[in-house]
C-alpha cells in the first residue's frame, strides 16, 4: 500500500480541529487604527521608509491605508467602532519572519548539562540529545510545549515562524490556538525511528495527511512543506519521494545541510563521485524554487554559487551555527543573489538576537568579503523570509492590501533604543534591540498580544504544562540512562551512497 492510500482514513479525522480553527479565523471584521506612530517603519530596507507620526488603519485581516497620523485619521479615523491603539511613544513594524525554528524542543535544552562530554557537531547532538529527546515527545506533550515555544516567538515579535518538529497535528493545534502564522515542516527520517512513525512510509504518511488536511487552512495562517530531516540520514529513496511529493502539492522542500564539519566532510566524501553533497542534490533534482535549505554553514563559493544559480533558498541561523564555531558565509550569498531569510533555530532564541549575531558576526569574520548593512539586517528578518517562504505578497512589509501583520516596541522607558532618528533607526535596532519583546503582536488583523500581555493565551499556565514536561523529561531520561536502555532505536545506517529510487 503507498502512502497515499495509507492517509486517506485519516482525512476526516482532523475536522474538527479544522471546525476549532476556522472559529479563530472567521472572527466580525474589526477596525483597528494604529496612530501617531512615533515611528512606523513601512517599507524595510529603506530610511525612505521611516514615517515618522505615521498611522495605520486595518480593516479584517488587511491593511487599507498608511501615512501620515493627520491624514490617515481624518480619512479613516472617524466611523463607529473603531479600535484606536496610539503609537505616540512606540516603534510599529512589520512582523519579523523566524524562517528556522524547532518550536517544540524546549526539554532538549537540559541535556547538554548531562553529558558526559562536550557536543563535537551536528551528528553528535543529534544522537546525544536530539534523537532521544524527540523519541521521548509524544503528541500531548508536543501540543504543550510548542505552546510553551510559541510564547516566546510570539513575545519577540515574529509573526510568522516554521516549525520543523515531529506530531504535525499537535503542532497545528497549538499554531492555531496561539493564532500564529506557522509553516508545519513535519520531519521525516531514515536512519532511526522516533515516537511518531515506525519507517519512512509512515513518515511519508504523515507528512501527505498533513498537507491535505492543514495546508492553506486556518484562512491561510497554516502551511505544510515537505521535510526530510538532513541528507546524511535519509535515504535516497526519501529525499526523492519526498521531492515527489512537494512537487505533486506545490510546497516546500527544506532540509538541513552543511552544518558542521563532521556532517559536511563525511557527505563530500561519500559524494565524491558527485563532486560532493551539493552537486550530488543537484543530480537527483532536489536543488531548484521549491528548495530551502537550513544553514549551509560550511558552504564553498562554488556550492554558493550553484544554490543561486538554481534558484534555491537559504536560511541563515547565525545564533546557533556559533555554538558550533562557524558562520555561514552571507555577505557572498547576498552578493550572487542567493535567496536568504534569518532563523533562530532554537525556540529561546529570538529574532532580535538573530538581527544582532548577523551584525556581529560578519563584521569579525576573517573572509573577503565583510559587514552586512544594518538596514539589509532588518530587510532579511522581515521581507527576506517573506520571500523565502513565498509570501512576499502577503507579508513582510506594511502596505495597503498586505496582511496585518504588525508588531510595536515601546519606546517610553526604553534605555536600548535610545536616542532614535530614522537616519540611525536600523543601526540601532541591530546592536541595541536584541532580547527586545514586542508590546503589541497583531496577525491578520487580531491583538494576540497588547500592551505586553497575550490576550487569549494563559501565560502562566503554558509555562506551568511546560515545567512539568520538562521535570518529566529529566526523570524519564536519568531512569533510562541508570538501566542503560537505549533512547531511540537506529534502524539504518547514515551517509548511504544513493542507490535507492522511488518504487
Avoid at 494 to 503: D, I, S, T, V
Amino acid at each position: 500500500m503507498g502512502f497515499t492510500a495509507q492517509i486517506i482514513p485519516l482525512i476526516f479525522l482532523c475536522a474538527t480541529r479544522r471546525r476549532i480553527c476556522a472559529i479563530l479565523t472567521n472572527m466580525t471584521t474589526n477596525k483597528i487604527l494604529i496612530r501617531n506612530c512615533q515611528y512606523l517603519l513601512a517599507n524595510p530596507g529603506s530610511i525612505d521608509g521611516i514615517i515618522e507620526d505615521g498611522a495605520v488603519y486595518i480593516e479584517g485581516s488587511r491593511i487599507v491605508a498608511v501615512g501620515k497620523s493627520p491624514q490617515i485619521e481624518d480619512q479613516y479615523g472617524q466611523g463607529p467602532d473603531i479600535d484606536i491603539l496610539d503609537a505616540h511613544a512606540k516603534a510599529v513594524m512589520p512582523g519579523l519572519v523566524d524562517a528556522h525554528n524547532h518550536v517544540g524542543e524546549v526539554h532538549t535544552l537540559l541535556m547538554e548539562g548531562w553529558l558526559d562530554s562536550p557536543i563535537t557537531g551536528i551528528i553528535d547532538a543529534a544522537d546525544r540529545i536530539y534523537w532521544p529527546a524527540y523519541n521521548w515527545l509524544t503528541e500531548q506533550s508536543t501540543y504543550d510545549l510548542t505552546l510553551f515555544g510559541l510564547l516566546n516567538v510570539l513575545k519577540h515579535g515574529a509573526t510568522t515562524h516554521t516549525d520543523a518538529m515531529i506530531f504535525p497535528d499537535a503542532i497545528y493545534r497549538a499554531s492555531c490556538e496561539a493564532k500564529a502564522r506557522t509553516v508545519i515542516y513535519p520531519q521525516m527520517i531514515s536512519s532511526v525511528q522516533l515516537s511518531d512513525a515506525k519507517d519512512e512510509q509512515e513518515y511519508l504518511a504523515h507528512t501527505e495527511s498533513a498537507i491535505i488536511n492543514y495546508h492553506n487552512t486556518a484562512d491561510g495562517m497554516i502551511r505544510v512543506g515537505v521535510h526530510p530531516s538532513t541528507i546524511f540520514n535519509c535515504s535516497e529513496r526519501l529525499l526523492l519521494s519526498g521531492m515527489e511529493l512537494a512537487r505533486k502539492y506545490g510546497v516546500q522542500f527544506v532540509t538541513h545541510i552543511a552544518e558542521s564539519p563532521d556532517e559536511k566532510d563525511r557527505e563530500d566524501e561519500v559524494y565524491s563521485a558527485c563532486g560532493g553533497v551539493i552537486q550530488y542534490m543537484r543530480s537527483l533534482g532536489l536543488l531548484g524554487s521549491q528548495t530551502v535549505f537550513f544553514h549551509g554553514t560550511l558552504l564553498t563559493e562554488r556550492e554558493i554559487d550553484i544554490l543561486a544559480e538554481t534558484n534555491t533558498s537559504l536560511v541563515h541561523c547565525p545564533s546557533t551555527n556559533a555554538w558550533f564555531g562557524y558562520c555561514a558565509y552571507l555577505p557572498y550569498m547576498l552578493k550572487v543573489g542567493l535567496r536568504v531569510g534569518l532563523g533562530t533555530d532554537c525556540v529561546t532564541h529570538n529574532m532580535f538576537n538573530v538581527m544582532f549575531s548577523v551584525m556581529q558576526h560578519h563584521n569579525i569574520m576573517p573572509r573577503e568579503l565583510r559587514r552586512v548593512d544594518p538596514m539589509l539586517i532588518f530587510e532579511l528578518a522581515t521581507l527576506g523570509g517573506a520571500r523565502l517562504l513565498g509570501m512576499q505578497e502577503l507579508i513582510g512589509s506594511l502596505e495597503p492590501g498586505k496582511k496585518a501583520d504588525i508588531i510595536t516596541l515601546d519606546l517610553k522607558d526604553n534605555t536600548n533604543l535610545f536616542p532614535l532618528s530614522p537616519q540611525v533607526f536600523y543601526s540601532m535596532l541591530a546592536l541595541n534591540g536584541a532580547g527586545s519583546e514586542a508590546c503589541d503582536v497583531l496577525i491578520d488583523g487580531v491583538f494576540v498580544r497588547r500592551n505586553a500581555e497575550f490576550g487569549f493565551l494563559d501565560e502562566a499556565a503554558i509555562i506551568a504544562r511546560a515545567r512539568q514536561w520538562c521535570d518529566k523529561f529529566s526523570l524519564d531520561y536519568h531512569t533510562l540512562k541508570r538501566a542503560h536502555r537505549p533512547m531511540f532505536q537506529r534502524v539504518q545506517e547514515e551517509f548511504q551512497l544513493g542507490n535507492r529510487r522511488p518504487a
